[in-house]
């Protein structure tokens, strides 16, 4: 996927999430990641992104920008 | 930055607390044409209505070409305020046809990239397109006054092709079969003026425009900006910067150019709460800036210049000719400020007009040359609007969907590059006219590997240059005059069929330039060429022992060929003048 197609698809996205309207957006969304589960089909990668998604991964400064969830301890 | 809206400029009374810009506009007085005190008609090929950036730059390109007009200004003199503040390497290109870029150059600030920040982490860095061949930067601040100042300094000097008329409104515009009535008013009293051609650069509120019966279609924003402009000492480099949702203003995002003369721009994004009046009063501004200079660090002693409100507009005409008359510019179409293609786009609407209005006016093409000048501008407007729009969408979410989707790319981005192009301002870079009818031979133009393809613009290279009997290093860019111009790629060969086809084509009196770009070090005749010897130029346009890329006026690539002819670069230019078959539109 190159830049002007994942500006693409994620505008695309960003429609769709808009239009099922506010109170449906996280359902919307935990479909995709299910559906986007079975395409990638890789449950090393897929723990990966469920930590990166989580902030569990990622460095301070993004957890602290993102006000993503503390890590558990 | 285009300008605002007239209508949402709320330029704030000068208080103690406010700074002058450092620049006082000089005034010009009305002036009656000598047998207009009669009401007699006076006639001009070409009248331009408005005497600012796009209007100047018309006036000038036609005057490159040898032709007349007459520019048409309400009021007395350059504007000043918070305008457009960036302009493009393809702006200084086409600044430079026009004979102001060493003005630019000493005056303007240039920059290469920015920086964009999530609350205050750093999310993005990015560089425009640039490296060592480059002639030019790729951006250049400076103030829209200044830019005005430099092309009317320019077209005082060619008093003799451009007569400006200073404090003249129009009042009345009247097509006629061949060409336009206009009746116009001063403090001196009142006078018609006949023309053959009309170009409206009379921006947003266009009355060319209305007089054309054309109006613009499109989209316009919720989201408002307030634009201020201060007075701020720094040693900040000139940057782009941007922030969404900073500790300093929660919710909002800001953004900040460097300015020459210590001046800074801040836009930033009122919440949907907010009322735009009060939003650009000082207690309400003031406030706002402090907080995020001091979350910056920077010093305390700042002071507000101008503040006005700005409302993103995202429309255009579906085309720019009505018979005898031309639109450009803000006439023509609002872009969103964000990526900076308002004035930018301007500049490039006059070059692509005045080549062919030129020719036309001097009876060296058909009229149908000038829907052309519609075709590819309204594809350039549309290109404009949907890379703005994707710049506007991020910074001012339209909906909760965009917001949502937002938030998470900027908490991922410091950690994932890949997302991060999403955040990218997307700056303004000149728009190939891949499809344009005007675009020659196109089954011979697609054998190349490399270089700007028909309806694209020339490719920088650096190059050493001859001309006049003297070298020195300069660069290809600088090879596009108001001519059309053969770049003739060799080792040391010139079929003397090429001599022939200039003759003829001086003969006819179009202008054409044979310019020769040679591989090696060969002593050529008197003849202005370059010499390629880092062989940058040969590379960058894929070109062998025989290519010719053949370039309009405007520097767009018209046609190319490994192995021309004379007759195709005859047969090309011939085409362009003269397109066959039916001429549409003969008013």
Redo the contacts between chains.
């Keep these: 996927m190159n830049e002007a197609e994942l500006d693409e698809i994620y505008t695309e996205l960003c429609q769709a999430v808009t239009a099922c309207g506010h109170e449906a957006a996280p359902e919307l969304l935990a479909r995709f990641a299910l559906l986007a589960m079975h395409e990638i089909d890789d449950t090393a990668a897929l723990r990966r992104l469920i930590a990166t998604a989580a902030g569990r991964d990622a460095d301070r400064s993004t957890a602290r920008a993102g006000g993503a969830p503390e890590p558990r301890r | 930055m285009t300008r605002p809206h007239p209508g949402d400029s709320l330029p704030l009374r000068m208080n103690r607390e406010f700074a002058a810009y450092p620049f006082k506009p000089k005034r010009y007085d009305a002036r009656l044409p000598s047998a207009a005190a009669s009401g007699e008609t006076r006639s001009a090929a070409v009248v331009i209505v408005g005497g600012g950036i796009v209007g100047l730059a018309t006036a000038l390109g036609l005057a490159n070409h040898g032709v007349a007009s007459v520019v048409i200004e309400a009021d007395d003199g350059v504007c000043v305020g918070s305008r457009a503040i960036c302009f493009s390497r393809r702006t200084l290109e086409i600044a430079d046809r026009l004979g102001i870029l060493p003005a630019l150059a000493e005056r303007g600030l240039p920059w290469t990239g920015g920086r964009s920040f999530?609350?205050?982490?750093e999310?993005l860095r990015f560089a425009m397109p640039h490296d060592a061949s480059q002639r030019l930067p790729p951006m250049v601040n400076l103030q829209q006054f200044y830019m005005e100042q430099f092309l009317l300094d320019a077209a005082e000097r060619r008093a003799s092709l451009i007569d400006i008329r200073w404090q003249t409104r129009v009042t009345e515009i009247v097509g006629r079969g061949d060409g336009v009535e206009l009746a116009l008013e001063t403090p001196l009293g009142r006078y018609r003026l006949r023309s053959q051609w009309l170009v409206g650069c009379d921006g947003a509120r266009s009355a060319v425009r209305d007089a054309a019966g054309l109006k613009l279609q499109g989209t316009s924003y919720e989201g408002r900006y307030v634009i201020a402009d201060i007075l701020l000492r720094s040693d900040r480099p000139v940057e782009r910067l941007a922030w969404f949702d900073p500790p300093s203003n929660p919710g909002s995002t800001l953004l900040m150019h460097r300015q020459p003369h210590d001046i800074w721009r801040i836009d930033y994004q009122l919440r949907d709460d907010e009322d735009a009046q009060a939003a650009v009063e000082p207690r309400n501004v003031i406030p706002r800036i402090d907080s995020h200079l001091r979350m910056i660090g920077e010093r305390p002693d700042w002071a507000p210049i101008w503040v006005s409100l700005y409302k993103a507009n995202a429309l255009t005409l579906e085309r720019y000719r009505q018979g005898r008359m031309l639109l450009a510019g803000d006439a023509a179409h609002l872009l969103p400020i964000f990526g900076v293609r308002g004035a930018n786009s301007g500049f490039e609407d006059a070059d692509n007009l005045a080549w062919k209005l030129a020719l036309v006016v001097k009876g060296l093409a058909d009229e149908s040359l000038l829907d052309s000048y519609s075709e590819e501008r309204v594809f350039a407007a549309h290109e404009n609007l949907r890379f703005a729009l994707?710049s506007t969408?991020f910074l001012s979410?339209p909906?909760?969907?965009?917001v949502?989707?937002r938030?998470a790319?900027?908490?991922?981005a410091?950690?994932?590059p890949?997302v991060r192009?999403?955040i990218n301002p997307r700056q303004t870079q000149a728009i190939a006219y891949a499809h344009s009818s005007l675009n020659q031979d196109a089954s011979a133009a697609s054998g190349f590997s490399a270089g700007p393809a028909p309806g694209a613009i020339a490719a920088e290279a650096p190059m050493t240059l001859f001309a006049d009997g003297a070298a020195r290093p300069g660069h290809l860019t600088e090879l596009v005059q108001p001519a059309f111009t053969a770049l003739y790629f060799t080792a040391g060969d010139l079929p003397g069929s090429f001599a022939g086809l200039e003759r003829r084509l001086q003969d006819a009196a179009i202008p054409f330039r044979f310019v020769p770009v040679l591989s090696g070090q060969l002593p050529l005749a008197a003849r202005p060429h370059a010499i390629d010897s880092g062989h940058a130029a040969f590379a960058a346009y894929d070109a062998r022992p025989g290519t010719l890329y053949l370039l309009r006026p405007d520097g767009h690539v018209l046609a190319r060929w490994h192995e021309a002819a004379a007759a195709d670069v005859e047969r090309a230019i011939t085409r362009t003048l003269r397109p066959p078959g039916p001429s549409k539109e003969r008013s």
């Design positions: 999530y609350r205050d982490v999310v994707k969408v979410p909906s909760h969907g965009f949502l989707m938030r790319v900027l908490v991922l410091p950690a994932q890949w192009s999403l």
